[in-house]
């Protein structure tokens, strides 16, 4: 997916954007987005989950970066989402779009590029996680995804 996207409108509409998978290289720019966007938690290693991702072949990360750009040498990350399959179903993680580029469809496209990527592996059904009072719900209500009638149990197996 590159140059100008059915979904943009307005500033995106004039920028030249992509989507592709995470390197190495990626990790600084993407973990400062996931914390500019508050998406990190103290119990969480951010790298880490990063790497983690790269490393599994049943997860990625996947980039909107806006390309081409003068006096610039490298790619602008403005949306970031981590996408699993745990073999059943499908989890989305670390949805980030940078918040000046918010609007701009960028979250809806990484989310269908991740439903995408998902469905290739098999997924049939995908799942996220919203944390109370998170505005985000009304985002991923408008794209069709519905709150589950299930409670979240977790341990943790390592303290931090």
């Given at each position: 997916m590159t140059g100008e996207e059915p979904w943009a409108t307005g500033r995106a509409a004039r920028m030249t954007t992509s989507i592709r998978d995470a390197t190495d290289q990626d990790r600084g720019a993407v973990v400062d987005l996931w914390r500019a966007c508050d998406l990190t938690r103290p119990w969480n290693d951010p790298p880490a989950d990063f790497r983690a991702a790269l490393v599994n072949p049943?997860?990625?990360?996947?980039?909107?970066?806006?390309?081409?750009?003068?006096?610039?040498?490298?790619?602008?990350?403005?949306?970031?989402?981590?996408?699993g399959y745990d073999g059943h179903r499908g989890?989305?993680?670390?949805?980030?779009?940078?918040?000046?580029?918010?609007?701009?469809?960028?979250?809806?496209?990484?989310?269908?590029?991740?439903?995408?990527?998902?469905?290739?592996?098999?997924?049939?059904?995908?799942?996220?996680?919203?944390?109370?009072?998170?505005?985000?719900?009304?985002?991923y209500a408008a794209l069709?995804?519905?709150?589950?009638?299930?409670?979240?149990?977790?341990r943790r197996l390592i303290e931090h």
């Open positions: 049943s997860s990625t990360v996947l980039l909107l970066t806006e390309t081409g750009r003068a006096l610039r040498t490298e790619d602008q990350v403005l949306a970031t989402v981590l996408a989890w989305l993680y670390y949805l980030a779009v940078d918040p000046e580029h918010r609007g701009d469809g960028h979250g809806r496209a990484l989310v269908t590029a991740a439903e995408e990527w998902l469905a290739a592996r098999g997924a049939v059904k995908v799942q996220l996680m919203v944390r109370e009072g998170n505005p985000a719900a009304d985002f069709g995804y519905q709150p589950q009638a299930v409670t979240t149990w977790g």
